[in-house]
């Protein structure tokens, strides 16, 4: 590519951020590089500076300087990346894990270790895997929130362009209701209330993690204990009221009850010792109440616990699950 690229966005790549329409686009850019094109001004949407972050739309032009090889100019869409071997196991897994379906929206049970989107040391992810969640829809469709790698439970997507960006509006707006459940190591010492806690990012990259400081952005958690096994652990029903990054794991540090199985954040603390556990994350987007993007009526799915989640919950004898939203007094 000798020059500079003024492109257009197309409908089918609305609402969704630069550094994805990048990716997309121009696969052989690594992000890095990007992110140098971006601080200097050379990478611009609608003639302004941008950040990777930044939400894109039907219209607007982004600028594009020479990268050292030319895009696909045609109005087909871009090939996808090649397929790796265990991207067929997993599409298979997404397909079978389908919890509401319409014109608009899609649900899925996300499964524990599979990332949302690529990053370092990541091969696959839910992002490259959308094209297997298309179905019958015309587009194909787009994330409009996220989850951790570790875990698992409600996901939503946008089967167009229109429903993902009523989705993400609720979402900022924080009209959609996500309600975790966590087993922690050991009990908080009160049986419920809000945890509100700023955060700070620390951490290179792929080692980044958040932690409680005052100088840090705005998080608040509503919480309630459901269940307790003795002294030794306890089954939390956790609401985020914001969305920071791993904002429950830091939140429960903070509650000097770190979520089981989490050795990132606690390290050995967030295992019981003696106990044939899973040592993965216990930690589970239970229940999403959001608006239908149409604006008639609500979406209200549950996701049933991942199988490891269930064995712990036997292990400790928890009551299946409780009926009432531990946080419906909130709405009085």
């Excluded at 997309?24 to 140098?36: C, D, I, S, T, V």
């Excluded at 998080?219 to 096994?229: N, P």
């Excluded at 010792?273 to 229940?287: E, K, M, S, T, V």
């Amino acid at each position: 590519m000798s020059g500079v690229q003024q492109i257009e966005i197309k409908q089918q790549d609305a609402d969704q951020r630069l550094d994805r329409w990048f990716k997309r686009h121009f696969p052989a850019l690594g992000h890095g590089r990007l992110e140098k094109l971006l601080r200097t001004g050379q990478v611009r949407l609608d003639g302004k500076r941008a950040k990777a972050g930044d939400r894109v739309e039907a219209g607007q032009i982004v600028r594009v300087p020479p990268l050292g090889e030319a895009p696909d100019r045609s109005e087909q869409p871009p090939q996808p990346r090649r397929p790796r071997a265990t991207d067929a196991g997993w599409a298979k897994t997404l397909q079978k894990s389908v919890l509401y379906k319409d014109d608009d929206v899609l649900v899925i049970d996300k499964p524990a270790g599979l990332a949302v989107q690529g990053g370092t040391g990541l091969s696959t992810s839910v992002d490259d895997l959308l094209d297997a969640l298309q179905f019958d829809a015309k587009e194909r469709p787009r994330l409009v929130h996220r989850l951790d790698r570790d875990t698992s439970g409600v996901l939503a997507l946008a089967r167009n362009a229109k429903a993902a960006k009523h989705l993400t509006e609720a979402f900022r707006h924080k009209d959609a209701r996500k309600i975790y459940w966590a087993v922690v190591v050991g009990v908080p010492d009160v049986r419920g209330g809000r945890i509100d806690a700023p955060l700070q990012k620390a951490g290179g990259k792929g080692a980044e993690r958040v932690h409680v400081d005052e100088e840090g952005k705005r998080a608040v958690t509503e919480f309630a204990v459901i269940e307790k096994a003795g002294k030794k652990a306890a089954w939390l029903a956790l609401m985020p009221v914001t969305g920071r990054t791993h904002q429950l794991r830091a939140h429960c540090i903070a509650l000097g009850t770190p979520i089981l199985g989490d050795g990132k954040y606690a390290g050995a603390a967030a295992f019981l010792a003696r106990d044939n556990l899973a040592r993965q994350l216990h930690l589970h987007a239970r229940r999403l109440r959001l608006p239908h993007p149409t604006g008639k009526g609500w979406i209200d799915v549950t996701a049933p616990l991942p199988e490891h989640m269930r064995k712990t919950w036997s292990f400790f004898g928890f009551a299946a699950k409780p009926e009432r939203d531990p946080f419906a007094d909130l709405d009085a």
